[in-house]
Protein backbone atom coordinates (compact mmCIF):
# COMPACT_ATOMS: atom_id res chain seq x y z
CA UNK A 1 0.00 0.00 0.00
CA UNK A 2 1.67 3.46 -1.30
CA UNK A 3 -0.62 5.64 1.33
CA UNK A 4 -4.01 5.26 3.40
CA UNK A 5 -7.05 6.32 2.19
CA UNK A 6 -8.05 10.37 2.75
CA UNK A 7 -11.45 9.10 4.47
CA UNK A 8 -9.52 6.73 6.81
CA UNK A 9 -6.90 9.20 7.36
CA UNK A 10 -9.51 12.03 8.27
CA UNK A 11 -11.47 8.95 10.78
CA UNK A 12 -8.57 8.79 12.75
CA UNK A 13 -7.69 12.57 12.96
CA UNK A 14 -10.82 12.99 14.17
CA UNK A 15 -10.48 9.63 16.95
CA UNK A 16 -7.47 11.72 18.28
CA UNK A 17 -8.84 14.90 18.74
CA UNK A 18 -12.21 13.06 20.38
CA UNK A 19 -9.35 11.41 22.37
CA UNK A 20 -8.12 14.73 23.61
CA UNK A 21 -11.47 16.58 25.15
CA UNK A 22 -12.05 13.23 27.22
CA UNK A 23 -8.75 12.39 28.53
CA UNK A 24 -7.95 16.38 29.12
CA UNK A 25 -11.87 16.53 31.13
CA UNK A 26 -10.73 14.29 33.66
CA UNK A 27 -6.92 14.76 34.10
CA UNK A 28 -5.65 16.08 37.14
CA UNK A 29 -9.37 15.31 38.95
CA UNK A 30 -8.27 12.76 41.20
CA UNK A 31 -10.68 10.55 39.45
CA UNK A 32 -9.23 7.29 41.41
CA UNK A 33 -7.36 4.22 39.71
CA UNK A 34 -8.37 0.39 39.69
CA UNK A 35 -6.46 -2.47 39.03
CA UNK A 36 -7.55 -5.07 36.35
CA UNK A 37 -7.51 -8.34 36.46
CA UNK A 38 -4.09 -8.41 35.20
CA UNK A 39 -3.01 -5.77 37.67
CA UNK A 40 -2.42 -3.17 35.32
CA UNK A 41 -4.14 0.04 35.89
CA UNK A 42 -7.24 1.57 34.82
CA UNK A 43 -9.78 4.89 35.13
CA UNK A 44 -12.71 6.14 34.06
CA UNK A 45 -10.70 8.28 31.54
CA UNK A 46 -9.07 4.82 29.74
CA UNK A 47 -12.55 3.51 29.34
CA UNK A 48 -14.58 6.53 28.03
CA UNK A 49 -11.59 7.52 25.74
CA UNK A 50 -11.57 3.75 24.30
CA UNK A 51 -15.29 3.68 24.27
CA UNK A 52 -15.66 6.93 22.11
CA UNK A 53 -12.76 6.68 19.21
CA UNK A 54 -14.19 2.83 18.96
CA UNK A 55 -17.71 4.48 18.59
CA UNK A 56 -16.28 7.22 15.76
CA UNK A 57 -14.16 4.27 13.85
CA UNK A 58 -16.60 1.80 13.48
CA UNK A 59 -19.41 4.03 12.52
CA UNK A 60 -18.08 5.23 9.77
CA UNK A 61 -15.56 1.62 8.72
CA UNK A 62 -18.08 -0.79 10.08
CA UNK A 63 -16.22 -3.58 8.58
CA UNK A 64 -13.30 -2.93 10.10
CA UNK A 65 -11.49 -4.93 12.97
CA UNK A 66 -10.77 -3.31 16.61
CA UNK A 67 -8.52 -4.22 19.16
CA UNK A 68 -8.84 -1.64 22.22
CA UNK A 69 -7.29 -2.31 25.54
CA UNK A 70 -10.16 -2.24 27.46
CA UNK A 71 -12.31 -3.69 25.54
CA UNK A 72 -10.23 -6.51 23.64
CA UNK A 73 -9.86 -7.60 20.26
CA UNK A 74 -12.86 -7.63 17.83
CA UNK A 75 -13.13 -10.04 14.73
CA UNK A 76 -13.13 -8.58 11.66
CA UNK A 77 -13.06 -10.51 8.00
CA UNK A 78 -11.80 -7.20 6.69
CA UNK A 79 -8.10 -6.55 5.77
CA UNK A 80 -7.97 -2.94 7.87
CA UNK A 81 -7.93 -3.70 11.65
CA UNK A 82 -7.64 -0.54 13.87
CA UNK A 83 -5.41 -1.13 17.42
CA UNK A 84 -6.17 1.52 20.06
CA UNK A 85 -4.32 2.52 23.41
CA UNK A 86 -6.69 4.94 24.78
CA UNK A 87 -4.08 6.32 27.74
CA UNK A 88 -0.67 5.20 27.23
CA UNK A 89 1.04 5.99 30.80
CA UNK A 90 -2.20 5.19 32.92
CA UNK A 91 0.19 5.60 36.18
CA UNK A 92 1.60 9.09 34.54
CA UNK A 93 -2.08 10.25 33.88
CA UNK A 94 -3.53 9.25 37.29
CA UNK A 95 -0.58 10.99 39.31
CA UNK A 96 -0.96 14.14 37.10
CA UNK A 97 2.53 13.77 34.66
CA UNK A 98 1.68 15.12 31.58
CA UNK A 99 3.60 12.55 29.36
CA UNK A 100 0.73 10.02 29.15
CA UNK A 101 -0.43 9.81 25.43
CA UNK A 102 -3.12 8.21 22.94
CA UNK A 103 -1.98 5.88 20.30
CA UNK A 104 -4.23 4.84 17.33
CA UNK A 105 -3.09 2.84 15.06
CA UNK A 106 -4.39 1.33 11.67
CA UNK A 107 -3.15 -2.28 10.31
CA UNK A 108 -3.59 -3.32 6.46
CA UNK A 109 -3.19 -6.90 5.86
CA UNK A 110 -1.09 -7.21 9.20
CA UNK A 111 1.26 -4.11 8.25
CA UNK A 112 1.23 -0.72 10.25
CA UNK A 113 0.27 1.82 7.74
CA UNK A 114 -0.67 4.42 9.72
CA UNK A 115 0.49 5.26 13.87
CA UNK A 116 -0.36 8.54 15.79
CA UNK A 117 0.90 9.72 19.13
CA UNK A 118 -0.87 12.34 20.84
CA UNK A 119 -0.17 13.54 23.92
CA UNK A 120 -3.30 16.17 24.54
CA UNK A 121 -1.77 17.75 28.11
CA UNK A 122 1.63 19.10 26.20
CA UNK A 123 -0.93 19.73 22.50
CA UNK A 124 2.05 17.31 20.48
CA UNK A 125 1.11 14.96 18.24
CA UNK A 126 3.26 12.33 15.92
CA UNK A 127 1.57 10.98 12.89
CA UNK A 128 3.24 8.81 10.88
CA UNK A 129 1.47 7.30 7.36
CA UNK A 130 2.98 4.75 5.06
CA UNK A 131 4.72 6.35 2.00
CA UNK A 132 4.97 9.90 3.82
CA UNK A 133 7.32 11.17 6.26
CA UNK A 134 6.21 11.50 10.09
CA UNK A 135 5.42 14.87 10.82
CA UNK A 136 5.01 16.63 14.93
CA UNK A 137 2.55 19.23 15.54
CA UNK A 138 2.21 19.61 11.46
CA UNK A 139 6.16 19.54 10.64
CA UNK A 140 8.26 17.35 9.17
CA UNK A 141 10.70 15.63 11.70
CA UNK A 142 13.92 13.37 11.49
CA UNK A 143 15.86 11.25 13.41
CA UNK A 144 19.36 11.67 15.13
CA UNK A 145 21.87 10.77 13.00
CA UNK A 146 24.59 9.80 16.15
CA UNK A 147 25.62 6.68 14.78
CA UNK A 148 27.66 5.09 18.21
CA UNK A 149 26.19 3.81 21.41
CA UNK A 150 29.03 5.76 23.60
CA UNK A 151 27.10 9.08 21.88
CA UNK A 152 23.67 7.80 22.56
CA UNK A 153 21.30 8.07 25.49
CA UNK A 154 18.73 5.49 26.37
CA UNK A 155 15.52 5.37 27.49
CA UNK A 156 12.77 2.39 29.39
CA UNK A 157 9.45 3.99 31.23
CA UNK A 158 10.62 1.57 34.17
CA UNK A 159 12.80 -1.26 34.95
CA UNK A 160 10.15 -2.88 36.78
CA UNK A 161 8.76 -3.77 33.03
CA UNK A 162 11.91 -6.65 32.73
CA UNK A 163 12.03 -10.07 33.85
CA UNK A 164 15.56 -10.64 35.44
CA UNK A 165 16.86 -11.91 32.66
CA UNK A 166 15.98 -8.72 30.73
CA UNK A 167 16.89 -6.52 32.99
CA UNK A 168 20.44 -7.80 32.71
CA UNK A 169 20.63 -7.43 28.91
CA UNK A 170 19.05 -3.68 29.43
CA UNK A 171 21.53 -3.00 31.72
CA UNK A 172 24.29 -4.22 29.60
CA UNK A 173 23.05 -2.46 26.63
CA UNK A 174 22.56 0.53 28.75
CA UNK A 175 25.98 0.89 30.15
CA UNK A 176 27.59 0.96 26.50
CA UNK A 177 25.37 4.18 26.00
CA UNK A 178 26.67 7.80 26.87
CA UNK A 179 23.45 8.11 29.87
CA UNK A 180 19.75 6.12 30.54
CA UNK A 181 16.55 8.02 31.87
CA UNK A 182 13.48 6.64 32.56
CA UNK A 183 9.88 7.22 32.31
CA UNK A 184 8.23 8.85 29.63
CA UNK A 185 6.39 6.03 28.37
CA UNK A 186 4.92 6.38 24.42
CA UNK A 187 6.43 10.37 24.70
CA UNK A 188 9.99 8.56 24.33
CA UNK A 189 9.33 7.28 20.83
CA UNK A 190 8.10 10.76 20.25
CA UNK A 191 11.08 12.06 21.57
CA UNK A 192 13.01 9.51 19.22
CA UNK A 193 11.51 10.34 16.14
CA UNK A 194 11.87 14.13 16.40
CA UNK A 195 15.63 13.56 16.89
CA UNK A 196 16.10 14.31 20.65
CA UNK A 197 16.39 11.07 21.87
CA UNK A 198 18.21 7.89 20.05
CA UNK A 199 17.12 4.35 21.74
CA UNK A 200 14.03 3.44 23.51
CA UNK A 201 14.32 -0.50 25.21
CA UNK A 202 11.30 -1.81 26.47
CA UNK A 203 9.40 -5.21 27.70
CA UNK A 204 6.31 -6.37 29.08
CA UNK A 205 4.44 -4.38 26.08
CA UNK A 206 1.62 -5.66 24.04
CA UNK A 207 0.20 -4.63 20.78
CA UNK A 208 -1.54 -1.61 21.62
CA UNK A 209 1.49 -0.92 23.30
CA UNK A 210 4.00 -0.28 20.15
CA UNK A 211 1.81 -0.67 16.82
CA UNK A 212 1.36 2.93 16.17
CA UNK A 213 5.29 3.38 17.20
CA UNK A 214 5.95 1.86 13.99
CA UNK A 215 4.83 4.03 11.08
CA UNK A 216 5.94 7.41 13.33
CA UNK A 217 9.87 5.79 14.18
CA UNK A 218 10.06 4.55 10.63
CA UNK A 219 8.54 7.95 8.69
CA UNK A 220 10.87 10.16 10.68
CA UNK A 221 13.88 7.83 9.63
CA UNK A 222 15.00 5.29 12.75
CA UNK A 223 14.54 1.47 13.25
CA UNK A 224 11.79 -0.51 15.27
CA UNK A 225 11.98 -3.66 15.62
CA UNK A 226 11.63 -6.62 18.61
CA UNK A 227 14.90 -7.88 20.41
CA UNK A 228 15.70 -9.99 17.84
CA UNK A 229 15.67 -7.36 14.88
CA UNK A 230 12.20 -8.99 13.75
CA UNK A 231 9.25 -6.46 12.18
CA UNK A 232 6.43 -5.80 14.82
CA UNK A 233 3.29 -6.98 14.37
CA UNK A 234 0.15 -8.03 15.80
CA UNK A 235 1.97 -11.44 17.12
CA UNK A 236 4.87 -10.51 17.90
CA UNK A 237 6.35 -10.84 21.59
CA UNK A 238 6.26 -7.76 24.35
CA UNK A 239 9.74 -6.83 23.71
CA UNK A 240 10.56 -3.61 21.84
CA UNK A 241 13.67 -1.77 20.53
CA UNK A 242 13.42 1.21 19.19
CA UNK A 243 16.41 3.31 17.40
CA UNK A 244 17.53 6.48 15.62
CA UNK A 245 19.35 5.16 12.56
CA UNK A 246 19.99 1.51 11.50
CA UNK A 247 23.55 1.93 12.30
CA UNK A 248 22.94 2.22 16.12
CA UNK A 249 20.38 -0.56 15.96
CA UNK A 250 23.01 -3.03 15.08
CA UNK A 251 25.11 -1.87 17.58
CA UNK A 252 22.29 -2.37 20.18
CA UNK A 253 20.67 -5.82 18.81
CA UNK A 254 23.85 -7.17 19.53
CA UNK A 255 23.55 -6.69 23.55
CA UNK A 256 20.08 -7.90 23.20
CA UNK A 257 19.76 -10.92 20.58
CA UNK A 258 19.43 -14.18 23.09
CA UNK A 259 22.49 -16.15 21.79
Known amino acids: MSTVPDQIFNTA ?25 DSSPVTVADQETEAAIKALILKNHPSHGFFGEE ?49 AALGERWIGRVGEATTFNGEVCETSQIRTLQDASINCTTIDMFDPAGFQLFNQLSSACRYRTFGGDCYSYGLLASGHAHLVCEADLKPYDFMALVPVIEGAGGIITDWEGQPLTPDSGDKVLASANASLHQLAIKYLHSQ
Open 13 to 37: IAAVDLARTITLKYFRQNIGIENKL
Open 71 to 119: SGDQTSTESWRWIVDPIDGTKAFATGSPTFGTLISLIHNDKPVLGIIDH
